[in-house]
């Protein structure tokens, strides 16, 4: 979350709504957000694509039955919550509900893949995109404050675009273009000029790249105005590229070549074209080991009108994730060996999984990723706490949920504190200064549940002005503490979350090995269990370090009574493997937790 210039809203008298759908874009659209306030990875769409997916591949025989029943429980739940998609089904949603939610119908796969088709075919996927358009404006023309509802309706509007193929590092150089530069705004109806730009056209790209000479062994020598990749030496390249120094620098090594190709933008392109080198050089190692092709990472994208694009490599999916500086680094790790406790098959384990986790840091391809990190992942859950009539699938839910719903709030938190400071650390630090607690975190919690500090908290709420995004996430926080019954809801979404992704992984993965076919979202899914998997291996080194475990199997069994403890404190019922949000009645005396506890909870595992 970043405060921007907003001169582009100056002459606007009602802005609060527009530049809150810009600050919301921003943050989603950025490669470090959290997964929490990310676009979703599926939209009704592709999540009816998925379920037609899974039913062939279990007809196929590649996976099991069960995995259609999470897909058409996350598929409802979606259907459920998308406003615009049930404006435009015409069949009563009670109707559609009575065949997917039901177990027995959907053990009838011919009937559940007629039903989706006739949603999927409801909801246009055009009128659906400029529906959610009209709906977005007229949620930014309103007076009141509509912020859950600008938010639920953008994340579909992003993930909707993501769906059809934009890349959201286009998306959001676009989004930023559009409110940074040019003219100020004099209406609301201005921001059709940004949907404009996302008018879902394919366009004629011609990519441009230095790569080893070896490469060339691609070209057809027999039809080469045929040929799907072109070499061009160093005078006949276009004259907008010859004058790039930086590109035209190219080793003793090196070449430059192009490829045409149709695509939707200019990032997507790239790197859809990079997946051509990728796969053109593995081909060629089948016929000639001992030759490694490398590409220089600078692309540049000429367009059928001749508009150039530089396009540098994106980051990849496993460095988004949360890193140390090298001095901390150096002391977690000295601080690591000297005090790591696992020994014998537990610390072989832990090692191999740490092996692979770096592994798939080093590699470039997503299959290579995803399949490296599950099976990291899976090399530490415990076998001999499998249950007999549990499959392989549940037992991994069942054994890392806990991990992750342990540090869910306290993510949230820290990630609400990093953000108060990067937008005004004086502010910030004077607000808390007088406020108890022995550190930020628990200054931030006492801030946001003590009543005693509500002047506090609302002179730091008046000093937000027009962040109004920061803002809206302050009265959010304040609000989910001040009820273990809104806290316990919270969990208990993330948990539904967590096990409809962790089995879509599972399935990932089982395609990828079983068909050779990789699912568009798959980088997408590797940010995901790379954060599972580190905060795994960090609560168990921080276990093993204070002497609380010394093998893998005690981590998660301790991490499982903790848990425990941690759930009912909440009320969560922990129904092992059940799908279930549901929560112990509790007394409207006792709801209101004290800001000692919600640190508690916080700072469950230290």
């Known amino acids: 979350m970043k405060f921007r210039n907003l001169h582009k809203f100056q002459n606007l008298e009602n802005s609060k709504n527009f530049i809150f759908f810009y600050q919301l874009l921003e943050e989603m659209l950025f490669d470090y957000t959290l997964d929490t306030y990310k676009p979703s990875i599926l939209n009704l769409h592709s999540l009816i694509e998925e379920a037609f997916e899974v039913i062939n591949e279990i007809e196929k025989g590649n996976i099991k039955s069960p995995n259609i029943i999470h897909v058409l429980d996350e598929l409802v739940t979606n259907l459920e919550k998308d406003k615009i998609a049930n404006e435009m089904i015409s069949i009563s949603r009670k109707e559609i509900n009575s065949i997917l939610k039901k177990p027995k119908k959907r053990e009838n796969h011919g009937v559940i893949k007629n039903t989706l088709a006739i949603v999927y075919n409801l909801v246009n996927k055009t009128k659906y995109k400029k529906n959610l358009e009209l709906e977005i404006i007229n949620l930014l023309q309103e007076k009141e404050e509509r912020f859950k509802d600008i938010r639920s309706i953008t994340r579909s509007y992003v993930t909707f675009l993501i769906y059809k193929g934009y890349n959201p590092n286009y998306i959001r150089k676009e989004v930023l273009d ?109 016929f000639h080991h001992k030759k490694d092709i490398k590409w220089q990472n600078k692309f540049i994208v000429v367009d059928a009108e001749s508009n150039l694009i530089v396009v540098n490599k994106p980051v990849k999916s496993m460095h988004k994730c949360i890193d140390l500086p090298e001095n901390k680094a150096r002391f977690k790790l000295q601080d690591f060996l000297m005090s790591f406790q696992l020994r014998g ?66 993510v949230l938190l820290d990630k609400l504190l990093k953000d108060l400071i990067r937008w005004n650390f004086h502010i910030t630090k004077g607000i ?7 550190d930020f975190t628990a200054r931030l919690i006492n801030l946001l549940s003590n009543d005693k500090y509500l002047d506090k908290f609302n002179d730091l709420i008046q000093k937000t002005k027009d962040f109004y995004l920061l803002n809206d996430r302050l009265n959010y926080f304040k609000d989910l503490l001040s009820s ?30 079983h068909t050779g ?90």
Not at 432 to 438: A, P, R, S, T, V
Not at 488 to 509: D, F, G, P, V
């Open 484 to 513: 273990k019954k809104k806290i316990c809801l919270m969990i208990s979404n993330h948990t539904e979350r967590l096990k409809w992704q962790i089995r879509r992984i599972y399935r990932a993965r089982n395609i990828i090995v």
């Open 178 to 286: 559009f409110f940074e530069n040019g003219e100020k705004f004099k209406e609301v109806n201005n921001i059709n000029e940004l949907f404009e730009r996302f008018n879902l056209k394919f366009n004629t790209y011609e990519v441009f790249f230095v790569a080893d000479k070896t490469l060339s062994m691609c070209i057809l020598e027999s039809e080469k105005d045929d040929s799907f990749i072109f070499e061009h030496q160093k005078e006949n390249l276009p004259t907008k590229i010859l004058q790039d120094r930086n590109f035209m620098k190219i080793g003793d090594n090196e070449k430059f070549y192009s490829i045409k190709k149709e695509d939707i933008d200019p990032f997507s392109v790239r790197e859809n074209t990079e997946k051509t080198i990728s796969v053109l050089s593995n081909l060629i190692n089948i």
């Open 345 to 410: 098959e537990s610390f072989s384990k832990f090692i191999n999984s740490v092996r692979l986790h770096s592994i798939a840091i080093h590699t470039d391809s997503h299959e290579n990723q995803l399949l490296n990190l599950w099976v990291s992942l899976e090399s530490l859950i415990p076998a001999d706490t499998k249950e007999n009539d549990e499959s392989n699938i549940e037992h991994i839910v069942d054994s890392i949920i806990p991990f992750l719903n342990m540090h869910y709030l306290r």
């Open 517 to 606: 076919n990789t699912p568009t979202y798959t980088s997408i899914l590797i940010e995901h269990i790379h954060s599972y998997l580190d905060i795994i291996l960090s609560t168990l080194i921080q276990l093993s370090s204070k002497d609380k475990i010394n093998s893998v199997g005690q981590g998660f069994q301790y991490i499982r009574l903790v848990y425990n403890d941690f759930s009912n404190f909440l009320g969560i019922k922990n129904e092992k493997n059940e799908n279930k949000k549901e929560t112990k009645p509790q007394s409207i005396e006792n709801d209101k937790p004290e800001s000692k506890e919600i640190y508690k909870i916080v700072k469950y595992l230290n």
């Open 432 to 438: 808390l200064k007088n406020i108890d607690g022995d």
